[in-house]
């Protein structure tokens, strides 16, 4: 049936950083990554992870549903969580402290939705860090 390979990616997880990919935090600033995800069936036991540079994990929380905040699982003690899932948008978005030249480079906000059939979705905020 035709119809049914549009139903299959009428849910699909969504996962969006905003309008740029791009910020810019002053060096040793505290800086927002925002980060957001969307998804039409809802979730249960959503998992989501914050990489810097791809392969290391600076956060890790879960989800349990839709009517309950996020529970930390770890993360760096520099990160912290600023999102909240309860209220309209399921923002996941968190804020890196006292920012340092090192800290410069890709930041992945990756989510998986074990209620879509374990759907995994991530997006990418650069950052770039200056002196004033």
Known sequence: LPGLHILAIAFALEVSVGKTNTV???????????CTFATCIGFQDLVFKWYFNTTELIYHGKIKAKTTEPTLVWHNPRVEFVGSTTKKD???SIV???VEFSDAGKYTCYVKN????NAEQNATIFLTVVHK
């Open 90 to 92: 399921n923002n996941i």
């Open 96 to 98: 890196l402290n006292g």
């Open 24 to 34: 810019t935090a002053l060096n040793n600033s505290n800086v927002l990554l925002p």
């Open 114 to 117: 074990p209620k879509e059939r």
